[in-house]
Nanobody
Framework: QVQLVESGGGLVQPGGSLRLSCAAS?????????MGWFRQAPGKEREFVGG????????NYADSVKGRFTISRDNAKNTMYLQMNSLKPEDAAVYYC?????????????????WGQGTQVTVSA
């Protein structure tokens, strides 16, 4: 089992950048999981942002964030990151990281087995 804790959220102006972190703990390394980032704005469903394969060699992104967001991992720190650039007001949401035991590239929340508690991102002038 793995525990996930997100951090790095906050208030940023449109056009700004933030880097979210997802620290994993437990008797395992994040390399054993396919990882993903999701977000949920008030009144909306949780939506896929991006994901990465077990070894970090493969990534996929939602069309809405392609070219602006980048997923990376630091295996030594057992941490996944989401670098968010050129932020827009519509990017504001609670951001969650998730881990899947099998496969990768999943875009549905129900395909992930473990979740963090979320971190708030606000984009406003």
């Amino acid at each position: 089992q793995v525990q996930l804790v997100e951090s790095g959220g906050g208030l940023v102006q449109p056009g700004g950048s933030l880097r979210l972190s997802c620290a994993a703990s437990g008797r395992t390394n994040i390399n054993n999981y396919a990882m993903g980032w999701f977000r949920q704005a008030p009144g909306k469903e949780r939506e896929f942002v991006g994901g990465g394969s077990r070894n970090g060699g493969g990534t996929n992104y939602a069309d809405s964030v392609k070219g602006r967001f980048t997923i990376s991992r630091d295996n030594a720190k057992n941490t996944m990151y989401l670098q968010m650039n050129s932020l827009k007001p519509e990017d504001a949401a609670v951001y969650y990281c998730a881990a899947a035991l099998y496969g990768w590239g999943y875009v549905r929340p129900q395909d992930y087995d473990y979740w963090g508690q979320g971190t708030q991102v606000t984009v406003s002038a």
